[in-house]
């Protein structure tokens, strides 16, 4: 899988938007770019996943800019309940791709 | 119901004993994960199977084993149990045409004394 460069962690207060950029430089033609969010003591969750521009859902959007070679996940208007570690994953569709983590963005919402 | 459970949920071990770890998911997803967390560390890879009878190691593999006999279970043996391992696991499952979308359990947490 291409490597990932996220920040180590970011901080925001509640009602703000949060936007998270991935970088994956050595990103390969059929790769997906996929978001996982890990609150303390469960496992990650699926957040959103694109291929190209921009992709929205009712939890967040994901921007990917043309060349792909990075990404930026945006929270609107987080709340309390946003603090978790955010992971970006990139990866496709060969058979026998193992998922690999980094070690995420850990995003800390005050109010 | 449908969904991806581990078992034990919590664990204590003695250092040297054989311990496993169950991972059981209704969906039929061909591919299964197995992650320890540390603090520090990130998730980190131990084995993946891309079907049944198909294993393959990840990053930290070294004291662990892995059978895959049939397609919803995948249980994480750890042959000699040591203070290192003493970590949470997790296991995931996925099995669309986009493999990054993978569901995790809810977690193991294991101690070795």
């Known amino acids: 899988l291409a490597k990932t460069t996220q920040p180590i962690s970011m901080d925001s207060y509640e009602g703000q938007e949060v936007n998270i950029t991935c970088s994956h430089n050595?990103?390969?033609?059929?790769?997906?770019i996929t978001w996982y969010q890990q609150f303390p003591s469960q496992g990650p969750r699926f957040i959103i996943q694109?291929?190209?521009t921009k992709v929205t859902n009712e939890v967040a959007s994901l921007f990917i800019p043309a060349d792909r070679k990075s990404s930026t996940l945006s929270l609107p208007r987080v709340s309390l309940s946003d603090t978790a570690v955010y992971y970006c994953?990139?990866?496709?569709?060969?058979?026998?791709?193992?998922?690999?983590f980094g070690k995420g963005t850990t995003l800390s919402v005050s109010s | 119901d449908a969904g991806i459970t581990q078992s034990p949920r919590y664990k204590i071990t003695e250092t040297g004993r054989q311990v496993t770890l169950m991972c059981h998911q209704t969906?039929?997803?061909?591919?299964m994960f197995w992650y320890r967390q540390d603090l520090g560390h990130g998730l980190r890879l131990i084995y993946y199977?891309?079907?049944?009878?198909?294993?393959d190691k990840g990053e930290v593999s070294d004291g662990y084993v892995v059978s895959r006999s049939k397609t919803e279970n995948f249980p994480l043996t750890l042959e000699s149990a040591t203070r290192s391992q003493t970590s949470v696991y997790f296991c995931?499952?996925?099995?669309?045409?986009?493999?990054?979308?993978?569901?995790f359990g809810q977690g193991t947490r294991l101690t070795v004394v």
């Open positions: 995931a499952s996925t099995g669309g045409p986009r493999q990054t979308e993978a569901f």
């Open positions: 050595n990103i390969a033609t059929n790769d997906y």
């Open positions: 694109g291929y190209k």
């Open positions: 994953l990139v990866g496709g569709n060969q058979a026998g791709t193992a998922l690999i």
């Open positions: 969906w039929s997803h061909s591919y």
């Open positions: 199977s891309a079907a049944a009878d198909i294993t």
